[in-house]
Structures are given as C-alpha cells and as structure tokens.
C-alpha cells in the first residue's frame, strides 16, 4: 500500500467507531434481556436520573448526541410505559420536562449495579491508570470535534 492509500481496519476514526458498536450491540442486548430497555431508552433514563428537577428532551438529546427523533420515540415509549412523566416547563411553553416515575426511580436503581458491572467486566483487563488514561483521551477527542464543530457553526448575525 502506497503512502496515500488507507486501509480501514489500520484507519482510528473506523477503529473507535467499532469498538463502539461492539460496546453498544453487548450494553444493548443485556439491558433488553433485563430490563426490555433498548439502549437510547436506557439513555433517556439515564440522563433523566441525573437532572431530579426535569430535563427537556432537547438537553437529552444534546447531551446524549442522541437525534431528536430517537429522543422523542424513547420518550413516548418511557412515557406510555410509565417510566417518565412529563410536565409543562414554566420557562419555556414550547417544551415539556421529563422526570422519573416512582416506577422509572425503581427500575433505575434495578439498572445501575448492573450497567456498572458490565463496565467493570468490559474493562477487567485494564488497570486503573489506563482506564484513566483511555477517558482522558476520549474526552481530549470530544473538545476536539465540539471545538471544531462550534469553529465551523455559521456565525449569527449581529445587530
């Protein structure tokens, strides 16, 4: 292979993507035996859990880099399950704020101990300080892309 020719499975970008969705199909297909969560509801709850006051489906979505869509179907699901519920924002009429149920606080706490020793048995191989390392580096790479996408970001206009 010449200097300027890639191969795929040599190329980071493809490498992180993969690993990715090995990571995501194993999270996936445990919390749907479990729990018959799909992972962008797992998602949901998650990021629910962490904001007791609400959180609007487009913070989800942005903090979860989770399209409105997937967002939205997620929450209709969690919603008709009775797993989140859903109140007026008093600041903003155009949205909704999404909270636990009682049911979706129970089923939550059913889920953590879980999530967190599948982390462990993913990561077993590794030491602390690697592990460490490995989300510094993932975090490096995230201000990277969040930087280079708010540099490309058409400017408003001033007035």
């Known amino acids: 292979m010449t200097k300027h020719s890639l191969r795929l499975d040599d190329f980071l970008?493809?490498?992180?993507?993969?690993?990715?969705?090995?990571?995501s199909e194993t999270v996936a297909s445990a919390y749907e035996q479990a729990f018959?969560?799909?992972?962008a509801e797992w998602r949901v709850i998650a990021v629910v859990?962490?904001?007791?006051?609400?959180?609007?489906?487009?913070?989800?979505?942005?903090?979860?880099?989770?399209?409105?869509?997937?967002?939205?179907?997620?929450?209709?699901?969690l919603i008709a399950r009775a797993l989140l519920e859903r109140r007026p924002h008093e600041a903003d009429q155009?949205?909704?704020?999404?909270t636990l149920?009682?049911?979706?606080k129970a089923l939550y706490s059913a889920i953590v101990p879980?999530?967190?020793?599948?982390?462990?048995?993913i990561f077993s191989r590794f030491s602390a300080a690697e592990?460490?390392?490995?989300?510094a580096m993932l975090r490096q790479i995230d201000a990277?892309?969040?930087?280079?996408?708010?540099?490309?970001?058409?400017?408003s206009p001033q007035g």
Do not use: C, W
Request: without cysteine; aromatic residues 4%.
């Open 36 to 39: 018959g969560l799909r992972i």
């Open 13 to 23: 970008p493809y490498r992180l993507s993969f690993t990715t969705n090995l990571v």
């Open 101 to 104: 149920s009682a049911e979706g």
């Open 131 to 135: 592990i460490a390392q490995f989300d």
């Open 49 to 77: 859990a962490e904001s007791p006051q609400g959180v609007t489906q487009q913070a989800i979505g942005l903090k979860t880099r989770m399209d409105k869509v997937t967002v939205s179907r997620a929450a209709a699901s």
């Open 94 to 98: 155009r949205s909704h704020l999404l």
């Open 144 to 155: 990277i892309l969040l930087e280079g996408a708010a540099a490309a970001a058409p400017s």
């Open 114 to 121: 879980k999530a967190l020793a599948l982390e462990k048995q």
